[in-house]
């Protein structure tokens, strides 16, 4: 047989990935644009790995494919341009993230590729997983049924939340939206906390680690940070490694809380790779790929199917300038199970946590809760909107006392409400107490 007829031979038992993997994982850098690298000479898949070599001292830039035309592939590196020209040889890695978890990750700070930023040593892992999960069949998905106590009387009494349920937290900057977290660290009936930090300021971090989360909460908790300054690509793999976790814990049984700041900041980062590759703008600038990375997130959060643990989350979204009209702010509000609305009104009359029933929505609560507590978290949420409708009538005098009878309920009971609604950060109220004082005030 000749040379020729053993390399067809060879090459028809070869599949198609073993002869890309084989003949085609080196290539050489062509350009660069803004952040992305364009290569030619080597073939490789969406999301795949790869290291652009230096001659900054040997070292070597990892790289993500994030497109491809025709023979050119567009990389973004993880972490820095610098070091990079034209000729630089480009070596492929592996054909998707992987990243290590396991039970030492508990108390924690990492980065989007798992590696430890808190100052604590390296971090045994026990398992190595992919950063993108399979999807959940949705014939195989598991009822929530059970209530998760979060310990703040405003969530547990008129938004009650459920093991498996995914809340968004809508709010602008600076009304409290970090020391509600906190909160809901600290207080919430979770085994395992998995908090993901993405595009927050650097000082930001270290004070909700340091200050809000403290020792107790970072106790069970696992934080992964990926600040405002690095790469999108390190955004998006720090985004979808929170998921990854908290999919680990659960699988091993456990009640999981997932805390993710936030959801605007992943959209930047992933509208950042999109125009950078070609993608066009739409509304707000936002490409396609930014609405349909964020419900690939969410999905991966409820209860999953067999006897395994359940993973309960809550997500925050910028409503940029107050605008809760904002695109993102829209494909949360349709893709989660409820919205916690947080008020600047509320926070600037010192009212905390700054949650605005009006607005706000928990769609699963009526399948959690008894008839009675229904009854009065409705009624009560009927006076706080009767009166924050009618309040500037009120204020100025021009509402006649005994005109409505159930508006001059709402303005009779506004204090006892206002003071329902109200929680210290450090005070914790379980289910049987909140609906005890719901009781006492709706009488």
């Not at 039970?103 to 950063?131: F, H, S």
């Not at 809760?324 to 926070?347: K, N």
């Amino acid at each position: 047989m000749s040379g020729e007829q053993n390399f067809s031979s060879e090459l028809a038992r070869l599949s198609a990935q073993e002869f890309t993997t084989r003949t085609e994982r080196f290539g050489r850098v062509t350009r660069v644009v803004g952040l992305t690298v364009e290569a030619t000479g080597i073939a490789a898949e969406i999301g795949a790995q790869c290291v652009i070599e230096t001659n900054n001292g040997g070292n070597a830039i990892e790289a993500e494919v994030v497109g491809f035309d025709g023979k050119h592939l567009y990389l973004m590196p993880i972490h820095y341009l610098e070091g990079i020209r034209a000729g630089s040889l480009v070596r492929f890695k592996q054909a998707q993230s992987l990243c290590g978890v396991g039970e030492k990750m508990l108390g924690r700070v990492i980065n989007g590729l798992g590696e430890p930023i808190d100052g604590k040593g390296p971090i045994t892992y026990d398992a190595e997983v992919a950063l993108d999960a399979k999807a959940i069949n949705p014939m195989e998905r598991g009822e929530v049924k059970d209530v998760l106590d979060t310990g703040i009387k405003a969530i547990n009494g008129c938004l009650t939340f459920g093991k498996g349920q995914r809340m968004g937290l809508i709010a602008g900057s600076g009304v409290g939206k970090s020391v509600l977290m906190g909160m809901l660290t600290r207080n919430t009936a979770a085994d395992v906390v998995v908090i993901g930090l993405i595009g927050e300021r650097g000082r930001e971090v270290q004070e909700f680690v340091q200050k809000t989360l403290g020792e107790t909460g970072l106790a069970r908790a696992v934080v992964i940070a990926a600040p405002v300054d690095v790469s999108p690509v390190m955004r998006i793999k720090a985004a979808k490694l929170t998921h990854s976790v908290a999919e680990y814990f659960a699988a091993k049984g456990n009640d999981v809380l997932l805390l993710f700041d936030s959801l605007t900041r992943v959209a930047h980062a992933q509208r950042e790779i999109g125009l950078a590759v070609g993608e066009p703008p739409t509304t707000k600038g936002y490409t396609p790929s930014v609405f349909s990375l964020l419900p690939k997130l969410i999905e991966r959060v409820g209860v999953g199917p067999g006897p395994q643990g359940t993973i309960s989350a809550f997500y925050t979204v910028l409503a940029e300038g107050d605008d809760r009209s904002d695109p993102i702010v829209d494909i949360a509000r349709a893709t989660l199970d409820g919205q916690i609305m947080l008020s600047r009104e509320l926070a600037d009359a010192a009212h905390y946590p700054a949650i605005d029933l009006e607005g706000s929505i928990s769609r699963i609560a009526t399948n959690l809760v008894s008839a009675d507590q229904l009854r009065l978290a409705q009624q009560l949420r009927r006076y706080w909107t009767l009166y924050a409708q009618k309040q500037d009538l009120i204020q100025v005098g021009a509402y006649t006392p005994k005109t409505d009878p159930e508006l001059d309920e709402a303005i009779r009971l506004r204090g006892t409400i206002n003071a329902f609604l109200t929680q210290g950060s450090e005070e914790t109220v379980d289910l049987a107490q909140t609906f005890k004082q719901l009781k006492q005030t709706m009488n």
